[in-house]
C-alpha cells in the first residue's frame, strides 16, 4: 500500500516544529513529509524587531532549514504557495505542485490594515527578514542623507510607529535604544530626531497590566518617544499619517504595526475565515475538511473565558504544531484517538530595548534587568525545542 504523503506549508513556528517532532515520531515506512517554504531559510519572527532597528544582526534571526530538519526524512521544496486545491488534495506552487494525503496550512500572517489606505505604498509592513533588512537600511539611509541636504526638513528624521501592541513597542523599544549611537555616529543632534508611536485604543498595550504598560511608557517617554493614545491613523501618505482627529504628521519613516490577519492563500484557496484564519476545530482541522490541519497564525481558536479569539503567537502556534504532529501520527499509525487543543498560556514576557523589558510569567510581574533576562531565556527554549542544546548554544541570545 502507498504510504501516506504528509504536505506541510511554512517553515515557521507551527511548521517547523510539526515537522521536527513527526521525523522522530513516524518512521520513514510509515509517511513521507514534504516541507514546502518560499526561502531556505527559517527565520524567527519574534526576534525581527531587532534587526529591523539595526540592534541585532539579520543574520542572528535565520538558519538554514537543512541545519536544523533531518533532511534524510524530509523533501524539502523550496517554493511560494499560490493555492490550495483541496476538493483535487493539491497544493499549487509557483514553480509547479504537489499532491498531499494530510496537509497542514502554517504559513503566518501579513499586515492588517485595516482599510486604512496607503499603508502598503508608503509604510513599511513586513515583518520578515527582508523586511527587517529594508526598515533598517531606510533608517539608516536618512540619517545619512540629513547632513547632505541643503533645506533639512524635520520630517527626515521623523519616525513613526503605527500601532502600540507588542510588535510597535518592541521595535520602538530598539530604535529609542539605538538613537544616541545613530546621532553621534552620523553627528546629529539629538533634538533634531522625534519619535512617535500612534495608538487607536484608549491605553498602549490594550488589555495588558497596567502597572507594567505604565513602566514601559515612562521608559520609552524618556528616551525620546511620543506617545499619541487614542489616536486612529485613518490614511499614510507620501509625507506622512492623517489621524481621524484630521491632523496630519509628517514623518520619512512611518513602521507598521497595527495587528496582522491570517496568509491571503487562506481566503484565496476557498476556506471560511475571519480575517484570514481559519475558525478550526478542537483537534485543529480546518471544518469539513478532515485531511487539513490548520496552525499558527492561520488558525482561529475562541477562549471561552472572555469569547475572544487567542492572540496569534509563537507560544500557541508551537503548542498547536505539538497537538498537529499527535494527531497526525494517530490518523497515518490508526492508533490513539485525536487529542484537542488547549493552550497553555505561560506568559506574555516583551523586550524595551537594551537590558530593558515588561513581562508577566504565570502571576508573576516582571520589569526591568529580570524581565529582559526572561525574554532571552525565552528566544531560547524555542531554539532548545527545535534543535536541542546544540542549536541553543551555537544561536542562542547570552541572557546577561
Ligand atoms: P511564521 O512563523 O510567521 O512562519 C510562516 C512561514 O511561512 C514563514 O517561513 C514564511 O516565509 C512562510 N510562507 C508564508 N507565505 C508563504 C507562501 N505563500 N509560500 C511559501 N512559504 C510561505 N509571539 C510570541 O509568542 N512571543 C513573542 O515574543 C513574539 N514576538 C513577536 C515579535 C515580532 C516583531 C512579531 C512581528 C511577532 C511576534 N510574535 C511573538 C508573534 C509570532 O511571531 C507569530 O505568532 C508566529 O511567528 C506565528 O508562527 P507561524 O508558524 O504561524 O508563522
Ligand atoms: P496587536 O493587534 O497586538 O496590536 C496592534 C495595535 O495597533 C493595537 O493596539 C491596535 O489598537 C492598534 N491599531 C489598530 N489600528 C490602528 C490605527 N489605524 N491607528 C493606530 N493604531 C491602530 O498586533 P501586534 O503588536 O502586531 O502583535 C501581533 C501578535 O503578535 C499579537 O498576538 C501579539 O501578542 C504578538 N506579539 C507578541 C510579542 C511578545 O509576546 N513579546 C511581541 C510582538 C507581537
Not at 520578515?128 to 545619512?144: D, L, M, P, Q
Not at 523599544?173 to 519619535?195: N, Q, T
Not at 530595548?353 to 531560547?380: C, Q, T, W
Request: hydrophobic content about 40%; proline content about 5%; some cysteine.
Amino acid at each position: 500500500m502507498k504510504k501516506p504523503s504528509i504536505v506541510i506549508l511554512g517553515a515557521g513556528y507551527g511548521g517547523m516544529i510539526t515537522a521536527t517532532r513527526l521525523t522522530k515520531q513516524l518512521t520513514a515506512n510509515e509517511a513521507s513529509i514534504t516541507l514546502v517554504n518560499k526561502h531556505d531559510y527559517h527565520y524567527q519572527t519574534t526576534w525581527l524587531h531587532e534587526p529591523a532597528a539595526g540592534t541585532l544582526s539579520a543574520e542572528r534571526t535565520r538558519m538554514p532549514i537543512k541545519s536544523v530538519l533531518n533532511m534524510n526524512r524530509i523533501n524539502f521544496l523550496q517554493d511560494e504557495v499560490v493555492e490550495i486545491k483541496k476538493d483535487d488534495k493539491k497544493v499549487i506552487l509557483k514553480n509547479g505542485e504537489v499532491e498531499y494525503d494530510y496537509l497542514v496550512i502554517g504559513l503566518g500572517s501579513e499586515a492588517e490594515t485595516f482599510g486604512v489606505p496607503g499603508v502598503f505604498e508608503h509604510a513599511f509592513s513586513k515583518w520578515t527578514v527582508n523586511g527587517a533588512r529594508e526598515v533598517k537600511e531606510h533608517i539608516e539611509y536618512v540619517f545619512a542623507k540629513y547632513n547632505n541636504v541643503e533645506e533639512k526638513t524635520d520630517d527626515m528624521l521623523t519616525f513613526i510607529v503605527a500601532g502600540a501592541g507588542f510588535t510597535g513597542i518592541e521595535f520602538i523599544g530598539e530604535l529609542s535604544e539605538r538613537m544616541p549611537e545613530l546621532c553621534s555616529y552620523y553627528d546629529i543632534p539629538r533634538d533634531k530626531v522625534k519619535m512617535y508611536v500612534i495608538e487607536a485604543a484608549p491605553s498602549a498595550l490594550p488589555g495588558f497590566d497596567p502597572e507594567l504598560v505604565e513602566y514601559a511608557m515612562n521608559l520609552l517617554e524618556n528616551r525620546g518617544v511620543e506617545f499619541k493614545i487614542n489616536c486612529p491613523i485613518k490614511e499614510v501618505t507620501a509625507d506622512g499619517v492623517i489621524l481621524a482627529s484630521g491632523d496630519e504628521i509628517k514623518a520619512a519613516t512611518i513602521v507598521w504595526a497595527t495587528g496582522v490577519r491570517g496568509s491571503s492563500i487562506i481566503e484565496k484557496s476557498g476556506f471560511d475565515a475571519m480575517r484570514g484564519r481559519i475558525k478550526v476545530e478542537p483537534n485543529l482541522r480546518a471544518p469539513g475538511h478532515d485531511d487539513i490541519f490548520v496552525i499558527g497564525d492561520c488558525a482561529l481558536i475562541i477562549n471561552e473565558d472572555i469569547n475572544r479569539p487567542y492572540p496569534p503567537t509563537a507560544q500557541i502556534a508551537m503548542q498547536m504544531a505539538d497537538v498537529c504532529a499527535d494527531n497526525l501520527k494517530s490518523l497515518v499509525t490508526g492508533q490513539g484517538s485525536l487529542k484537542t487543543f488547549k493552550p497553555a498560556l505561560k506568559g506574555t514576557v516583551a523586550s524595551l530595548g537594551g537590558k530593558e523589558a515588561i513581562g508577566v510569567v504565570g502571576s508573576r510581574k516582571l520589569y526591568g534587568a529580570p524581565a529582559s533576562f526572561m525574554k532571552k531565556m525565552i528566544d531560547n527554549r524555542y531554539l532548545f525545542l527545535l534543535g536541542g542544546p546544540g542549536l541553543t548554544l551555537k544561536r542562542g541570545k547570552s541572557p546577561l
